[in-house]
């Protein structure tokens, strides 16, 4: 029977004064994941390797984790035939809970700090939003918030910069072009560094539903804050006490 090696990062902090790397022999069968592999070594040869998955599916985002270097989810990377070792690391942004399990809450607290969607004043008793407006918005809502984004930049992963990534980015572009919305969030990215972003579209490549972050929520962000500050628009607001 045919195997497959996988090189496991391992590491418990309490117990650990280092992280270390086990391998592990694995049955290969056809179209298996790494996920598959991972969760036979757990069921079948090491019960304490630790991560984190849920729907197997390519739907939840939860088994993010870092394939031969890559960020990936581990359940949507075949395993092929001609392979023959697999490093699996968990993703480097974030701090290491246990193994392959990362510490993701800083996530949930960035989105707290967003400033949320604020309607505009309306008589209307409904509103009335046009499709070309709903397509604008739909992209970012595929998001399944897996932070693959958010491991692979490198000012996060690298300089560990106060940098709100680009899934918070894409977040703020989502609201920032409701048609309804009225909330200005241009000084919430300027302190959290959007300018720090170079553009190297990583984030976009990495993304497993294909958003493109970067054209269309970093890029079109960065533009309308320059729009906004600019000496020509403080100008009219001086003149035509425009706001926007």
Known sequence: MKTITLRIFRYNPEVDSKPRFENYDVPFEPKMRVLNAIRYI???IDGTLTFRWNCGAGRCGSCSMEVNGFPSLTCKYEITEEMKEITVEPMKA??????????VSSMLQTAREIPPFSPQDSEEEFWKIMPEDVEVTKEFRKCIECY???DTCH????HKMNYIGPRWVAKVASLDKHPMDSANRSEFLNKRGIWLCNVTRCCQEVCPEHIKI???AI????????????????LKRKIFGETK
């Open 42 to 44: 757990q069921e079948n």
């Open 94 to 103: 974030f701090p290491v809970i246990k193994d392959l399990l990362t510490d």
């Open 148 to 150: 693959l984004c958010q």
């Open 155 to 158: 000012v996060i992963r690298n």
């Open 214 to 216: 970067t054209e269309n």
């Open 219 to 234: 890029i079109p962000e960065k533009e309308r804050i320059v729009t906004e500050h600019s000496p020509i628009t403080a």
